[in-house]
Structures are given as C-alpha cells and as structure tokens.
C-alpha cells in the first residue's frame, strides 16, 4: 500500500508543478495554450543536459531556465502587441514539438552508442528522494497559494488578470506583473516536466511529443479553478489514475487504449464538472484571459 | 529619448491579406533554419535548396488538394471565431467510420455507391465528433481549444482499440493492422501524380459550396457576424449556440470527409498505433487556414506552399533528419511570424521623441 502511494510521487510532482506554473502564469490574464509544447520541450532539455553532463540537477535547473525564458516571451508579446493569445501559444506548441525533437534525437543516438544506463543520469527514486520531492512540491504550492492571497505581487497579478486597463489606472504596470507570473509559472513548469523525464519515465522517448501530459496539466488546474492548493487534490486524483492505469485497467477490464484514454476522458469530464457546477462562480477564470490588452497609444 | 509607439492603423494596410502570408513565410522559414542550423548543423542553403525543389515535386499536388479540404474545414469555424484544433481527431473519426463500412458491411460491394457511402459516413462521423466539442462550448461554457484537442487524443485511441483488437486483419504479415480495403473502393489516380481525381472533385464542390455560403447565404453571414459580433448576432434573435454547434458540425463534416478519402486514397487500411502513422494533416490546416487569411479563394496557394514545407520535411526524413521536427518547426516558426506579423495589418509602429 505504502509503496504504490509512494510510485505515485513523481507522477503527481510532475502534475501538481505543472499545472500550478500553469495557473499561476493565466491568472495573470495570459491564455497559455503552449503548455504542452513547451513541457515537452522542458522535459527534453532536462534529458539532454543531465545525460551529457550527468548530472541529473543541472538538467533540473536548465529546464526552469530555458522554460522561463518562453515565459517571459509569452507575457511580453501577448501584453505588449495585440496579438491572438491562442494563436501565440499554439505556434510556441508547435514548436516546442519541433524543438524538442531536434535537440532530442541527437542526445537519444549519444546516450545509445554511449549505453549509458538511465541511472547515471536519472534522479535515483529513493524514499528519502521521493519524500522531498513530495515536500518540496507541497510547499511551493502553499507558497504560490500565498503569494495569490497575501501579497501585493499577487493582487497585482490577479488585478491584470481581471481587468489590466484598471489595473494600470490604479498604477500596476500590467506588463511587468505578466512577465514576472510568466517567469514563475514556466520555471515550474520546467521544474515539473524535467522530473517527468529524469524521474517519472527516467528516460526520453521519440514519441515524447504524442503523449499530452501538457493537456492533462492544463485540464488538472482548470478544474481546480486554479486555485494552488485545490489543485493538489485533482493532480493527486490524476497521478494516481495515470499511474494506477495498469490496475485500473485490470480491474475494469478495459484493454490497454482505453485505459490510455481514460485520462483526456476524465480530465474533459471533470473540466464539465467544474464548469456545470456553482465552482464555476465561485473560482471564475480570470476575466480578462487570453484578451488582447491593448492601450490607445503606446510604446514598445 | 526615442520611443516606438503602436498605434491603430486608420485604413488597414494595403494588400495586407498578401503582404501577411508572404511575409510570415519567409521570416517563418528563416527562422527556422537558423534554429536548424544552430541546434543540428543543418546549411540554410541546402535548406532552401531543397524547400525550392519541393515546389516541383510529383507528389506536392496530393498534399495540397488535402490541404485545401482540411484548410475548408478550418476556415468555416475561424471565421466565426470557434478555434476547431480537433480537425486530427474529426479526420480520425471520418476514417474510422470509413473502414468499417469498407471492411465490414456488404455496401462495400457495391460500385460508385460504395466510395459515396464511405466519404458521406466519414463527413457525418467528424460532424458528430465535432458537435461533441460544440455542445460543450455552447451549453457548458468550455473553451474549444483545450477540448477539441483532448478529443484527438481519444480519436487516436479509439481507433487504436479497434485496430489492435476487432479489426486486426487476417493478411497482415505480423503487422497490427486491418486488412486492405477492397478494390473498387480505391480512389482514381490522376495521371503523372500521387493525387486523385474524387479529392480534386471534393474540392472542387466543397470549395464552391463554402464560398457560396459565405457570399450569399443568411447562414454565411451569420457565421461571420459570430466571429465578429456575437452581441450583435443575439440582440437580432439569432440563437448564438445553434450557430456555435453548426459551426463545429460543419467543420468536422469536411474534416471526417478527408479522413475518409485519405483511406481510400492512400493508406487502404489502418495500422496501430495511428498517432505514430498520422500525417498530421489536422494539425497543418490550422496553418493553412490562418495563411489564407481566412479566405477561401486564397486556400489552395496556402495549402501549396505549406504542401511544400511538408515534402521539405519528408525528404530530410529520407535523409535521417527527423521529418516531423522539421515539419513542427516550420509549422510553429511560420504560425509565430504570422501571429506577430498580423498585427501590422492593423496597427503599425512609429517612431516618437
């Protein structure tokens, strides 16, 4: 018992940290459609560096950065120039596919020819690892839940979600508060998608690109309203599906596509639950998500 | 101190609706030969070398008139303003639908009748798949983008289902896959390519129907006055979720129809997994769509060049590059030219002190 909750560890890190980046960055008012792109991507660069350096941490940190920095591009582009936040977000998708695959595949040959064993460059998964992870996860999301509730950043943050032409009127610089929600979201969402492959999978796999853990993330934080410590409950739920498929599927009786399927099933079904149910009041998305912000005249 | 200020444009650019493609293209493809050449090495002139030689290639034609149908579909959802990214998973059911007629009921027997049945089937089954979506953005308030793109991944898992378990055929050397699809119901080559003359058909009719609707029906204006104004579109009575769900049906329908004609066309049957096999076709309509500007006279030069763009992957795939990740990142560099470069259709940027 104790172990499969503990199997479940890497898994829920890698959603829970995900989808809080994720709802951190769009109550900022920015509609982030490239989620899962750039998890692919972050997840791929994790890879790269840990095997060439085989250091499992500096792919960790690597993957926040390069992470963060689409962050940054993202809030700065979406606020600064009227475009189409959804069109911005699948380009990024698309190429976070692309680039991922590039630097992927050649690192994927390296480590081959060099047959170097996933646990050299892997984070070891010992209880004592899988524990702090566990804590590390838990407290960056009362953290964030914090920082949302408590502080000015984060009614600066909600305010430019809501309604960023008030907000400015009441002196927040709406550009600044969405790049700085932007570089935190992504950096967790970097830190979440390198423990997908340096944790979770221990490993990279070409098809990395098919598999839509990004969406699931996205659709695990829509349903808990974005609320950081609400979301622990529906990633827990989502881990422990995703990682439980197998048993799922014997129990049930489903044949292995279906179990695979089961979570966009869930994670559509609990997105309606959310939206049919008096949640969707009470935690609305932000009003202003994934509109153009555009002042009358202004500079770049 | 010199500031760049944006500012609203009080007559749109001029000729902006081919200033826009034109240029996201090319700084689209620069783009991605600089990450190309920074990341793998690969010479931006034999990039271009190869993109050019693409234009010309035999089988260039094959992917446009798909393109074209798929760029359609997209089209009739974008103009009002409904983000259809499931176009994959309507194309997947399209096809389902398609190879069960084929291979499992007697219709598959009968001549004309049969390919007729099949492509109609695979219009009704993407309309449905799509609806599914349209229903849950107009009753329940869910965006389309996210749950469009959930359904592909249920698509593609619905028909591996099948595939790997009832649908395994008999003659498959060890491959999982179904069996071949009979004969007579593969579609007619057009001489000297790898396309064929039922799609070109299909485009051909579908093409003009959609222009029709958009010119000169209610239901055309409608769809765009969804795009534009949906307020306007409730206040004159119109009940705004029919013409979300219609939007979706409609868009599906031409989507399910292509899934089914690449199966009679190309593949004549299904192999597992099918997100591993997939063309990716839905996915490039959302280029082609937005390349187009939106219009449908524009679509078959759009779908060309992103044709070409495809077949410039393919053949570095033949090369041991990765055909998809240059795909990907022709498609994600041209979409983010062309997000950003949009923009200056309507505002543009002067210099202040």
Known sequence: MIEELIGIVPVFATYYLVALGHGFFEKSGVLNLAIDGLFVLGATIAFALAAYTLNPWIGVIGSSIV????????AYV??????????LGLSLMFLGYGLS?????????????KALNPSTYTVPATDTVLVVLLASSILIGVVLHYVLDRTKLGAMIKASGEDPHVAEALGVDVVRTRVIAGVIGYALIGLGSAYFTLVWRSGWDPKIYLLGHGWIAFAISLAAGRQPILTMLTASLFAGLVRHQYVVQVALGLSTEIAKMLPFIVALASMTLFYVTPFKRKMASPKSLGKPYYREERTV | MVYLVVLRRTKPLPYASILVPVISILLGVLLSSIILYLLASIPPLALFNLIVRSFTSPTVLKDTLILTLIGLSLVIAFKASIWNIGAEGQFHMGMLVATWIALFTPIASIPVLAKITCILAGAVAGALWAILAGVLRAYVGLDEVPVTLMLNYVAYYVLDVLVYGPWRGRFTYG?????????????????????????????????????????????????????????????????????????????????????????LGDTHRVSYPVEAQTAGYGYLGILVAWLSMLDVRGLPLAAYVVSSLRVTGITMQIAGLGGTAIVFLFMGSVLLTYTVAKVFSEYTIVIRR
Do not use: Q
């Not at chain 2, 010119?215 to 705004?240: C, D, H, M, Q, W």
């Open chain 1, 78 to 87: 979406a606020t600064k120039l009227p475009v189409s936040h959804g069109a």
């Open chain 2, 175 to 263: 491959y999982i896959r179904t069996d071949e699809i009979p004969e007579n119901l593969w579609l007619t080559l057009i001489p000297g390519t790898t396309a064929h003359v039922e799609v070109l058909a299909t485009v051909l009719i579908v093409g003009l129907a959609i222009w029709f609707m958009f010119k000169y029906t209610i239901v055309g204006l409608r769809l765009r006055i969804l795009g534009s104004n949906p307020e306007f579109l409730r206040a004159s009575g119109v009940n705004v979720k029919h013409m979300v769900v219609l939007a979706l049906g409609l868009s599906g329908a031409i989507a399910g129809m292509v899934g089914a004609l690449y199966l």
């Open chain 1, 101 to 113: 695959l590039v630097v992927g595949i050649p690192v994927s040959n390296y480590v081959y020819a």
């Open chain 1, 67 to 74: 992470c963060s920095l689409f962050g940054v591009f993202i």
